[in-house]
């Protein structure tokens, strides 16, 4: 995960919490990411510990896998895909929020 692209000191503040929530998506797709290759790493370690020959390749085929990424991944784009349709449905000021300048 890069930097943050989004400057959050917008009066927009849906829309800031929308590119916060959008960051949150990304960030949990790279934990995923990170939790599925350490626990390929440590069931490879078991079985070479347990016996399984070196000279043999380990091939893994995990659909949970995809499926876990696919699924980080649609929930981000229905939340943009919402915000969006919100955005378009009711103009600018969509983007500001239920605020008040009392």
Same mark, same amino acid.
């Given at each position: 995960m890069g930097a943050s692209t989004h400057s959050y000191e917008s009066t927009d503040i849906l829309q800031g919490i929308v590119y916060m929530l959008l960051e949150v998506f990304d960030a949990t797709s790279d934990l995923y990411q990170t $939790? /599925?290759?350490k626990?390929?790493?440590d069931l490879e370690q078991k079985l070479r510990s347990n016996g399984y020959p070196s000279s043999r390749k380990l091939e893994f085929i995990d659909d949970a896998e995809v499926n876990g990424t696919r699924a980080i $991944? /649609?929930?981000k784009?229905?939340?943009l895909r919402r915000y969006e349709d919100?955005?378009?449905d009711a103009g600018p000021t969509f983007a500001v929020?239920?605020?008040r300048g009392d």
């Open positions: $939790l /599925t290759i626990d390929k790493r $991944l /649609t929930d784009l229905a939340l919100g955005l378009r929020g239920d605020v």
